[in-house]
């Protein structure tokens, strides 16, 4: 496993995850809940590629950006449910 | 100011990094564009954990690297018109000028709706392993791999490699037709290898033919699924469902592009010449988004394209194995297609739109995707349909709506930008 670790936010919370993962596998890893579906139900990624938008959070003020194609960078900030 | 290039190319798979190295090599400046952060495509996605695999890791870096070539990563096209691009990133949108465009941008996994296929805990099967690459967590999870097609396999051999307990493979075809496609396998020297060697890594993997998932059970996150083999319906606890039924085209640059598709299948592809030229003049495609073929065809027509792309010679030899890769794509199609028993998954009640929560029922009755998406905002969330509207072209529903701009979520400022303004615009 990657030994570097950096730090991002995700949902106001100081968190540790390893350089160079996705925010998708970043949450994954944390163990935190992805987004809720318009009808209420929890959601996470399902194609991993871009595709189905599943992934999708707030990243740095930005909505609706896919976890699945951004990579965790130091201090970045992670909002789900946007 | 615009950037200016005699070819343009959209993905960095081997189709895309092919034509790159090729139109490079004949003297063109290139750009590369890819909205993933490193160069491969899917099936040479970088694992984060164990780098690309042996034969992209020894092309890759110096076709990236490569003097001619502007690689650039984490980069969507959200525009397209007759000799420029809408290019997106993190921090700017600008226009990039083309001679001659090739398109490479692939495909995206064929995902069908079953009840419970929502729950946190299912995927694709090509998308758990593109999850997994990125550093999701696998390890100690119990998980099963399911649909159809080689990539299963593939799959299986990823989720296990990232410390999953991979409780089996459950193919839709018939074993009559998976054995007939592996006996075919000699023509294909090279793919029959790769099925030995991912067999070899599966050993003791249970892999049943002629097997669908019926559903998949738990709340909020799945538990357990049912599973209908030809020795009747069992429940299996699990962590990890990976479910996929094959690849679809991504055509809708191309159809914004007015490029003529190839509809006679289910998914459109688009239609090209024998030196991979589209309808439309100076724009190309290679690889997936002429119809199914895996790595090797992509490969050899990014060659041809990059080549027919500057003018240079296309050699003969090169023709014979780019025909002789698309029938490997023919076997694959002909034994992996899809039964009836897939088509009925989906219960009345199941939801085929996941962006907007539409059930099936409600899809009923509606002539086309158009008519539905007006009345039950059915492909009008985020993902635009590309996961519904496939969905339900093979379900036989209706078929998938047109694309139009632009062809992905982007920001507002973007949008300011028109394409058909030359003065606006910067470049990284």
Known sequence: MKTAGIRIQVDGRSVEVPAGISVAAAMAQLGLPFRRSVGGQRRAPVCGMGACFECRVQIDGIAQRRGCMTTVREGMQVCTDD | MTERYDVAIVGAGPGGLAAARAAASQGARVALIDAQAHAGGQVWRKDI???????????IPRIVEHPRIHWLAQTQVVHADAGALL???????????????????????????????????????????????????LHGR????????????????????????????????????????????????????????????????????????????????????????????????????????????????????????NEAGVHGRVEVDTMQRSSVPGVYAVGELCGIGGRDSAWIEGLIAGHAAVGAKVQARW??????????????????????????????????????????????????????????????????????????????????????????????????????????????
Not at chain 2, 89 to 102: G, M, P
Request: proline share 7%; glycine share 10%; net charge positive.
């Open chain 2, 49 to 59: 954990e164990h780098g690309w695999p042996r034969r992209a890791q020894a092309c």
């Open chain 2, 87 to 137: 290019l997106e990133n993190e921090t700017q949108a600008w226009r990039v000028a083309y001679d001659t465009l090739i398109l490479a941008n692939g495909a995206r996994e064929l995902l069908l709706p079953f009840p419970g296929w929502t729950l946190p805990g299912v995927t694709g099967a090509g998308g758990l392993q593109a999850l997994a690459k990125q550093g999701w967590p």
């Open chain 2, 142 to 261: 119990r998980a099963v791999i399911a649909g159809s097609g080689p990539l299963l396999l593939a799959a299986a051999v990823t989720a296990k490699r990232h410390g999953a307990q991979v409780l089996g493979i459950y193919e839709q075809a018939d074993a009559a037709s998976v054995h007939r496609f592996a006996r075919g396998l000699w023509r294909w020297p090279g793919k029959a290898l790769q099925a030995v060697s991912l067999r070899g890594q599966l050993a003791g993997i249970p892999y049943h033919c002629g097997s669908v998932v019926r559903e998949a059970l738990g709340t909020d996150t799945l538990q357990a699924i049912e599973v209908e083999t030809p020795r009747g319906s069992e429940p299996l606890s699990c962590d990890l469902l990976a479910i996929g039924f094959g690849l679809v085209p991504n055509i809708e640059l191309a159809q914004m592009l007015g490029c003529r598709l």
């Open chain 2, 319 to 428: 023709l014979r194995r780019q025909r002789h890769a698309r029938e490997f794509a023919e076997s694959l199609q002909h034994h992996f297609k899809l039964s009836t028993r897939v088509r009925a998954m989906a219960r009345p009640d199941t939801l085929v739109c996941r962006c907007e929560d539409v059930p099936l029922q409600a899809l009923r009755g509606h002539a086309d995707a158009r008519s539905a998406k007006l009345a039950t905002r059915c492909g009008m969330g985020a993902c635009q349909g590309r996961i519904c509207g496939s969905a339900l072209a093979e379900l036989g529903i209706f078929p998938r709506g047109g694309s139009r701009p632009p062809l992905f979520p982007v920001r507002l400022s973007t949008l300011g930008d028109p394409i058909s303004n030359p003065h606006q615009g910067s470049c990284s």
